[in-house]
């Protein structure tokens, strides 16, 4: 069936060093996907989003890289900070409303 | 904080009860949705309202029932719910677009828990 997956499910990293997040899709026909960070307690919060005319969107510290070819999406932060843990999820849908979410990845900053 | 309401933030239900789950938003969004989340796992799509009618019903049981009265505010009614039923419920909005490509906005959610 259709599905948006995750290669990690946790990933640590130093302060101040770069993190990297992928995600996996399997739907050759999603033409949207975005990139949503869920706190503890909270619900998910839009970070980022890129449609399937694009390969690479920046936005403040964050950048998402789509490679339409081998159907792979990867959240890139820079000099992560302790409030950048989260779960980290991505997100696909195909130009109508029905978003389906991946499986997420924890991130966690090391002090 | 969150553009979007849900009330309340924790609910704890027997099985034989009638409850309901609100969620309001001021943003001018025509789209809402009901997502449920279970722990350490991704939101799951339940409904999805368009201009305030249903558009989208994943199969969701029956004891489960949706209602749009505005395009502001969205209920979700709760009926013989079952222990497995447990979850964080998720409600977002988003705005209506050409080609429907637009950011969800999440509230907070309600913790229900169904003894």
């Known amino acids: 069936g259709e599905s948006v997956g995750l290669h990690l499910p946790t990933l640590s990293v130093q302060e101040g060093d770069n993190s990297i997040i992928n995600c996996a899709y399997s739907?050759?026909?999603?033409?949207?996907f975005i990139w949503y960070k869920q706190e503890s307690g909270k619900g998910p919060q839009f970070i980022i989003d890129i449609r399937s005319n694009m390969d690479k969107r920046q936005g403040q510290r964050v950048t998402v890289l789509l490679n339409k070819t081998v159907k792979h999406l990867s959240l890139q932060i820079a000099a992560t900070q302790p409030g950048d843990s989260a779960v980290y999820f991505c997100?696909?849908?195909?130009?109508?409303?029905?978003?389906?979410f991946g499986t997420g990845t924890k991130l966690q900053v090391i002090p | 904080d969150t553009e979007v309401t849900q009330t309340p933030k924790h609910l704890v239900m027997g099985m034989t009860n009638k409850k309901s789950l609100k969620c309001e938003q001021h943003m001018g969004h025509r789209a809402m949705y009901w997502y449920k989340q279970k722990a350490k796992k991704p939101p799951e799509l339940m409904f999805v309202?368009?201009?305030?009618?249903?558009?989208i019903n994943e199969s969701v049981p029956s004891r489960f029932s949706p209602e749009c009265p505005n395009s502001s505010l969205l209920n979700l009614h709760l009926h013989a719910l079952q222990p497995e039923d447990s979850a964080l419920y998720l409600c977002a909005s988003s705005p209506l677009g050409e080609d429907y490509n637009s950011p969800l906005h999440f509230g907070n959610g309600t913790r229900l828990t169904v003894t």
């Open positions: 309202y368009s201009y305030e009618k249903l558009s």
């Open positions: 997100a696909e849908s195909r130009g109508y409303q029905k978003v389906t």
């Open positions: 739907n050759s026909a999603s033409d949207y």
